[in-house]
């Protein structure tokens, strides 16, 4: 074994913990945007939040994922795309029948969310080598 593979595992977390700084940056930013447009602050950070750590962590699965074989890889990818399509329906389930509770908020910030920690962590940390 070469020096390179002992220091992989370390590289990984770093890239993941790296890809989780600049995710959260984008998301609070989103927030703080829809905040001042009036969309309700509770619902806003609970989307956005999710959004965050759902990605967070489907990104470090995936990076781990990739340096394993193609299949883990593609597992991780299946097994993220699920994780996310849960927490969506966690927050549907919370906010239904719930007075006070803007589903359409919680909806479009978790969506806008998604999208955004795909662009920003996603594209820019797994790239196909």
């Known amino acids: 074994?070469?020096?390179?593979?002992?220091?992989?595992?370390?590289?990984?977390?770093?890239?993941?913990?790296?890809?989780a700084v600049e995710g959260g940056i984008v998301g609070a930013a989103g927030a703080v945007a829809g905040g001042a447009l009036g969309a309700?602050?509770?619902?806003?950070?609970?989307?956005?939040?999710?959004a965050w750590l759902l990605s967070s962590g489907s990104v470090?699965?995936?990076?781990?994922?990739?340096?394993?074989?193609?299949?883990?890889?593609?597992?991780?990818?299946?097994g993220g795309m699920a994780l996310r399509g849960a927490g969506l329906a966690a927050l549907m389930a919370w906010s239904w029948r719930r007075e006070g509770v803007s589903a359409e908020t919680l909806l479009l910030s978790y969506a806008f969310g998604v999208?955004?920690?795909l662009l920003t962590m996603e594209l820019?940390?797994?790239?196909?080598r």
């Open 1 to 19: 074994m070469d020096s390179t593979a002992s220091s992989a595992p370390s590289a990984v977390r770093k890239t993941a913990l790296r890809a």
């Open 40 to 50: 309700p602050v509770r619902e806003l950070t609970a989307g956005v939040g999710l």
């Open 60 to 78: 470090a699965w995936l990076l781990t994922a990739r340096e394993k074989s193609l299949k883990a890889f593609w597992q991780a990818f299946g």
């Open 115 to 117: 999208l955004a920690m």
């Open 124 to 128: 820019r940390h797994l790239k196909i």
